[in-house]
C-alpha cells in the first residue's frame, strides 16, 4: 500500500477526514445550541445563515439524519485508513496501538474540543454550517429519507409518535424566566413592565380595587351644597352616585358632562339626567380578563361586587394600567398618610393599607395571597383584634401593634426583615 500512495499524503488524508469529523460533531452541536428565539429574529432581519439554520431546524429529524451520515462516513473511512496505515507499518500491534490513539485523537480533537467551542460559540459555527448543510442535504436527500424512514420505523415499533416541532412556544413562567434573565438587553423599568403584564391573570380585581368603605361619590340624599363640595374636591372624573350608601348606587357621573352647566347652580334633578348606567363586574376577575372586558365595553370604571349582589369596591382603568407601568401620578399626602419612616429602619405605617402597594413602594415581601390590607393578614394570623404592644412576625418583618380600635387595627410599626424568619411566628 505505501508504494501506491505516499505515507505522507495517507496521513494528509487522515487530517482532512478528522478536520471532517470535527465540523460535522461541532456543527451539530452549534445548531442544537441555537436560541431558537434569537435565531428567528435574525431571521426576520434577512440574515442568510439564520435563515438557512431556521429552515434546517423545522426538520431536525432530516438534519441530524445528514450529519450523522456524514459523521460516520468520514469516522469509518478514517479508522480504517489507520487500520491499513498501521497494518502496513508494523503488523497486529501496531494496528492495537494506532487504534487506541486513534480512539483517544477523534475524541479530543473531533468530539470533545469541536463541540465545547460550538456550545459556547453556536452561531460562529453554525451559521457558516447551514450554508454547507442545505445544499448537501438536497443532494443526499434519497438517502437521508430512507435513513429517516427506517428510524422512525423503530421508534414507532417503542411506541414514540414524531410530532409537530413545538420548540417556539413558551409557558408563561418560561417567558417570565426569559425576561428575567434578558439581563442589560431589557432595562430595569421594562423588565418589571413586562413581568407585570404576565402577572395580570395572578391578579384580581380585589387587589386593586378601591374597597367599600373608601369609596367617594355623590350622596342624592346629601344637600345641594354639599353635592357641589364633592364634585369641587374629587380627584376623580368619574363618581358613582347612590342613595343613602353604596350599596344603593342609581349611576355613574362623568364630571365632563357638567361642563356645560358651569353657569348654573348644580342640582340632583340635572346630576339624575347625566348618569350612566352602572356596570357590575364579580369579584375574583382577573385583571387580564377585566382589561379586555373595559376596552370592549368602552368603560373605565366598574363596581365590584360579590356573590349576594353587595358592592365590595370600585376598580377602573386605570388601576389596572398601574397596575402594569407603576402609579401615574404621585400624591405625597396619601404616601405619608401610610407610611412615615422612622429611625433605625422601622416604620408607622396605616394598617388599612393595601399590601401589594406597600411591597411595591417598599420593596416589602409580605404574603398577597390572603387579606389584602395589613390589617386583615394580622387579623387573620392572630384570630382577634389584638391590644396595643402586641408583636409577632409575618414572614421575618417585626410589626408591633400601636392603635387599635374596636373593629380593627389602625396603626402598626414594621420593622427591617430579619433572615431566616418563620412567616407568621408571634414573639
Known sequence: MGDDIPLAGLIGLLVVLLVLSAFFSGSETALMSLNRY?????????????????????????????????????????????????????????????????????IIFAEAAPKTLAAL?????????AMVYYPLLKITYPIVWMTNVAS?????????????????????EELRTVV?????????????????????????????????????????????????????????????VYRDSIDDV???LHLRQLANMAERSINKDCIQKLLSEPYFVPEGT???????????RRERIALVVDEYGDIQGIVTLEDILEEIVGE??????????????????????????????????????LPTDGPKTLNGLIVELLETIPQPSTCLKINGYPIEIIETDDNRIRTVRVGAREPQANTGDDD
Not at 367599600?212 to 354639599?226: F, K
Open 328 to 365: 401615574f401620578t404621585t400624591d405625597p399626602a396619601d404616601e405619608d398618610d401610610d407610611v412615615v419612616e422612622e429611625i433605625g429602619d422601622t416604620f408607622m405605617v396605616d394598617a388599612t393599607a393595601n399590601i401589594r402597594e406597600l411591597n411595591r413602594s417598599q420593596e416589602w415581601e
Open 152 to 172: 422512525n420505523g423503530v421508534l414507532y415499533l417503542f411506541g414514540v409518535r414524531s410530532g409537530k416541532n413545538d420548540l417556539q412556544s413558551l409557558t408563561r
Open 38 to 106: 434569537q435565531l428567528r429574529h435574525k431571521a426576520r432581519e434577512g440574515h442568510r445563515g439564520a435563515k438557512l439554520a431556521d429552515n434546517l431546524l423545522q426538520r431536525p429529524d432530516r438534519l441530524i439524519g445528514l450529519i450523522l451520515l456524514g459523521n460516520n462516513l468520514v469516522n469509518f473511512a478514517a479508522a480504517s485508513l489507520v487500520t491499513l496505515v498501521a497494518k502496513d507499518l508494523g503488523g497486529n500491534l501496531a494496528v492495537a496501538l494506532a487504534t487506541g490513539a486513534f480512539t483517544l485523537t477523534v
Open 180 to 240: 428575567h434573565e434578558a439581563g442589560a438587553r431589557i432595562s430595569s423599568r421594562y423588565r418589571e413592565m413586562l413581568i407585570s403584564i404576565l402577572d395580570l391573570e395572578k391578579v384580581t380585581v380585589d387587589d386593586v380595587m378601591v374597597p367599600h368603605n373608601e369609596i367617594i361619590g355623590i350622596d342624592l340624599d346629601d344637600e345641594d351644597a354639599e353635592i357641589e363640595g364633592v364634585i369641587a374636591n374629587s380627584e376623580h372624573t368619574r363618581l358613582p
Open 121 to 129: 460559540h453556536p452561531e460562529r459555527l453554525a451559521f457558516p454550517a
Open 250 to 252: 342609581v349611576g355613574v
Open 286 to 296: 382577573p385583571l387580564s380578563t377585566q382589561l379586555v372586558q373595559f376596552q370592549r
